[in-house]
């Protein structure tokens, strides 16, 4: 499963270097479009995943059965984020009030769903199959829908 989760991750960070990094026209046009099938055939088709090339996520993140993942555009996630599957990142549904941006080593578990112009902090655990429409602080576990406080996580 670690070599699926590697593929799709290896053609997002490729369309991601395609999109912000490559400045010539011509070339990034060419790029763009083998991204494109890339994705369409590797990730959307093959694992249901939306993981576009357009967010901004940090170093070595980890995701965990990489089906049905959705994420927006314009999610941003830190450094050391875990993804599992059916995880969904987004906005609202109306287009409106923005989307998660989401802090370094967070743990987001199987099923949930990150909606609205929310942060969630460094270190923070989201619980399985929770709906998380408010900010996480730092070192905090939340479950349940919507998502509660359970746990102040302690730092080691």
């Given at each position: 499963m670690e070599k699926c989760s590697q593929l799709v991750i290896s053609i997002y960070r490729f369309g991601n270097f395609?999109?912000?990094k490559v400045k010539i026209p011509v070339v990034r046009t060419i790029l763009l479009m083998i991204y494109k099938l890339?994705?369409?055939f590797f990730v959307?088709?093959?694992f249901n995943t939306?993981?576009?090339?357009?967010?901004?996520i940090g170093k070595n993140l980890i995701i965990y059965h990489p089906y049905g993942i959705v994420v927006n555009k314009e999610t941003i996630m830190?450094?050391?984020v875990i993804l599992r599957h059916q995880t969904t990142i987004g906005n609202k549904g109306n287009g409106t009030g923005g989307v998660p941006h989401i802090g370094n080593n967070v743990n987001i578990g199987s099923g949930s769903a990150l909606i609205g112009g929310i942060k969630?902090?460094?270190?923070?655990?989201?619980?399985?199959h929770s709906v998380v429409n408010r900010d996480v602080y730092d070192d905090t576990t939340?479950?349940?829908v919507?998502?509660?406080v359970v746990k102040k996580n302690r730092r080691i």
């Open positions: 395609v999109y912000y890339l994705n369409l959307k088709i093959a939306e993981l576009p090339a357009e967010c901004k830190g450094d050391n969630v902090g460094d270190n923070a655990i989201i619980g399985a939340v479950v349940g919507p998502a509660k």
